[in-house]
């Protein structure tokens, strides 16, 4: 988003915007004790602390610093704690080490985040004039999507270290009773679709888009049904009783090399009926067997919830079992308004079978958010959609998430296609 003049009435906008975006990071974690916000699972998570940390670390490294004359680090430390990937940057405390972080405390992070909040807040309330809107706002607007994007991760990595914990304990406890829902899952619908010139990416209609989005281009599609729901897990449930993780023909060479090194029998989260930790966490009894480890803590599997935390690799691996393929990118994108389809955002970030490669005329954002997308197309898959983790508004047809093919701690399903 980029405002095309700096009146009160937009400046206000995006302060308010920016206090709700903040004010929300810290809502996701106040469910969670400081042990809890302190602890990284594996590698590819991240503490919580780390998280409310790095995100202040961008405000204050992108933004304050550079723009802001006379402005004072809280820590200059934390430069290098809290970089991520920002080569640019300098150097930075390894990824893997993060949940050796045992200080800062948790009480010296929020302090920070406030010192930046304070400083960011003097800057947006300046007088007209008094700021070159036009370098200043599309920075904050980039680290509010940004914040938003390690909410998810927020959520998603926590959830991962809950689940390395025998008693399974809930993130946040329901407010209700799970749902019995039908046994049999409904019949997919299948939409024909006709293929031909599609245009896809972000349309230049001065809303924010990440720069993997742009530019908007025309793509070929060829003839082709897609589902109008996700597979949810009534169906997966099938593929799993049907023997579909003993199968080889079933997989993808590497697909099939990680089922047995990992030894997956199931979608991340599934417990069957004679998992011991079901004692531990007050599971209740469940006619299929299954229970789901999600958000809410340990419930019976809904059959007709979208089967959620998927590799690429299983989701292809059900797709060929079920005689059918996953969509491409451009397919899904030119289906998101088709008649009857639903299920398209808010459930599962949804596995397509496109390569996360550059757009043709790709050019990277500007500065230091160069290194923001385009340095990490290679070896990973395009997902599309959002899941129950996005925050509300962050999503667009023409969103691109990616991850490596074994990746499955995410709110990831699938959507089948097939050709016609």
Partial sequence: MTLSRPTSQAAGALRDKFREVRATSLALAAPLSAEDQCIQSMPDASPTKWHLAHTTWFFETVLLEPHVAGYVPFD?????????????LGPRHPRPHRGLLTRPSIDEVHAYRRHVDEAVG??????????DWSVIEPIVTLGLNHEQQHQELLLTDILH????????????P?????????AVPPAVRWIEQPGGVVEVGHADDGLFAFDNETPRHRALVQPHA???RLVNCGDFAQFIADGGYQRPELWLSDGWAAVQA???RHPAYWLAADDPRLGFG????NASGWHVFGLHGVRPMEADAPVSQLSFYEAAAYAEWAGARLPTEFEWEAAFDAPG?????????????SSYDPYPGFRPMPGIAAEYNGKFMVGQLVLRGGSVATPAGHTRPSYRNFFPPAARWQFTGLRLAKDL
């Fill in 122 to 131: 003097e800057l947006l309330g300046q007088a007209d004039g008094a700021v």
């Fill in 76 to 88: 200059v430390r934390f430069h290098y704690l809290f970089n991520s990937y920002y080569e640019a």
């Fill in 161 to 172: 270290a809950l689940s390395c914990n025998p008693m399974l304990p809930a993130y946040k």
């Fill in 282 to 285: 007050g599971a209740s009894q």
């Fill in 174 to 182: 329901a407010s209700s009773p799970a749902l019995r829902l039908a």
């Fill in 341 to 353: 389809i639903s299920q398209m955002t808010g459930h599962v970030w949804q596995w397509t079978r």
């Fill in 226 to 228: 897609i589902a109008d």
């Fill in 262 to 264: 990992h030894g997956w």
